[in-house]
C-alpha cells in the first residue's frame, strides 16, 4: 500500500508553524535593526504630525488607556519626561517600538528666516537649526571671540513655571561635563525682551554636521564608521556615568556627527545627576557672565 508523503509544515508536532525566517534572523543586531526600524514604513499610522502617543495607539504599540495615564503622570513629573520615556518605564512599548513610532514623525518644516540683526544678548543670529518641546536651537556668532556657537533658548510659549529652571539645570549638568564626544557649554544668560518676560539662553559649541539620526534615514554609512560613532558615544556616556551623570534622552536625534566623522553627544534637558545640586538658582550657577 502506497502512502502520501506529509509535508514538513504538517508534520506531527510541528503545528503547522512555518520554517524560520533566515532574512529576521540576520536583522537582530543592533544595526540591522536600526534600519529595519526606519525602512518599516508601511505599517498604518495616523499621520507623520500625529504625536508620538497616538502613533503608538495607532500601531497597536500600546492601549489608549495605557497612553492616557502616560499623559497624566507627565504632568505631574519633576523633571520633565517625555512620553516615549514613560511608555517604556511602565513596560508599555518595547525600545524597537519606539523607535519605529520616532521613524513615523513628521520631520520639522524648514525654519522661517530671521530678521536682519536678530540677537540673543550679545549673540547675533545667523539661522534656526531646530526646535525641541521646550526650546529652540540657533546657530550664532559670538563678536567678542568672532567664533560660531550654538544658542538654546526657551520657547516663548512654554507656560510651566519650572520650565526655566529645567533649562538652567540642563545647562549646569552640561557644564560639569568636560569630554571631547560632549557639547560643551560656554555660557548662560536671558533674553532682554520689549514685551513679556526674559526667557533663559545659553551657549555651546557649534557643530556642523549630521546629526545620526539624519545619517541612518541616508542608509549609506559603512558598517564600520557606524561603529565607531556607537563606540564615541559609549566613550561619552561612560564619562558623564563617571561624573554621576544619566543622560535619559540617549537617541540617534542627540548625536551630532561632525564632517571629520567625530560624534558629539548633545541635549541634556532631562538628565538626572546623583552628584549634582537639583535645584539651581542664578546665585549659585557658575558657568558664564550673562551679558546685561
Do not use: W
Not at 64 to 77: G, I, S, V
Request: charged letters at 25%; glycine letters at 8%; a negative charge.
Amino acid at each position: 500500500m502506497s502512502t502520501t508523503p506529509v509535508p514538513p509544515s504538517a508534520a506531527p508536532g510541528s503545528g503547522g508553524d512555518p520554517p524560520p525566517n533566515a532574512d529576521a534572523a540576520a536583522r537582530t543586531g543592533a544595526i540591522g535593526d536600526i534600519r529595519k526600524f526606519l525602512d518599516d514604513a508601511g505599517d498604518d499610522a495616523p499621520g507623520p504630525d500625529a504625536p508620538l502617543g497616538e502613533i503608538a495607539v495607532s500601531r497597536g504599540y500600546c492601549t489608549d488607556a495605557q497612553l492616557e495615564e502616560c499623559l497624566e503622570e507627565q504632568k505631574t513629573a519633576t523633571p520633565h519626561v517625555l512620553i516615549g520615556e514613560l511608555l517604556l518605564r511602565h513596560k508599555y512599548i518595547t525600545p524597537e517600538q519606539l523607535l519605529r513610532a520616532l521613524a513615523a514623525q513628521k520631520k520639522p518644516d524648514q525654519p522661517p528666516q530671521l530678521p536682519e540683526g536678530a540677537k540673543i544678548g550679545k549673540y547675533s543670529l545667523i539661522r534656526e537649526l531646530g526646535r525641541g518641546g521646550m526650546g529652540i536651537v540657533f546657530e550664532a556668532e559670538d563678536p567678542d571671540l568672532r567664533r560660531r556657537v550654538a544658542i538654546k533658548v526657551l520657547k516663548e510659549e512654554i507656560t510651566d513655571p519650572t520650565a526655566a529652571e529645567r533649562m538652567r539645570r540642563e545647562a549646569a549638568i552640561a557644564a560639569q561635563l568636560r569630554h571631547p564626544g560632549i557639547v560643551a557649554i560656554h555660557e548662560i544668560g536671558q533674553t532682554n525682551p520689549q514685551a513679556g518676560p526674559p526667557l533663559p539662553f545659553f551657549a555651546m559649541d557649534y557643530v556642523e554636521g549630521k546629526t545620526l539620526a539624519d545619517l541612518l534615514e541616508e542608509n549609506k554609512m559603512p558598517r564600520k564608521d557606524l561603529l565607531r560613532i556607537l563606540e564615541d558615544v559609549s566613550r561619552a556616556v561612560a564619562h558623564a556615568h563617571t561624573a554621576g551623570v544619566i543622560h535619559r534622552d540617549l537617541k540617534p536625534a542627540n548625536v551630532i556627527v561632525e564632517k571629520s566623522g567625530r560624534a558629539m553627544l548633545s541635549d541634556f534637558g532631562i538628565a538626572r545627576a546623583t552628584s549634582f545640586q537639583t535645584r539651581i538658582t542664578e546665585t549659585s550657577f557658575i558657568v558664564g557672565t550673562p551679558s546685561a
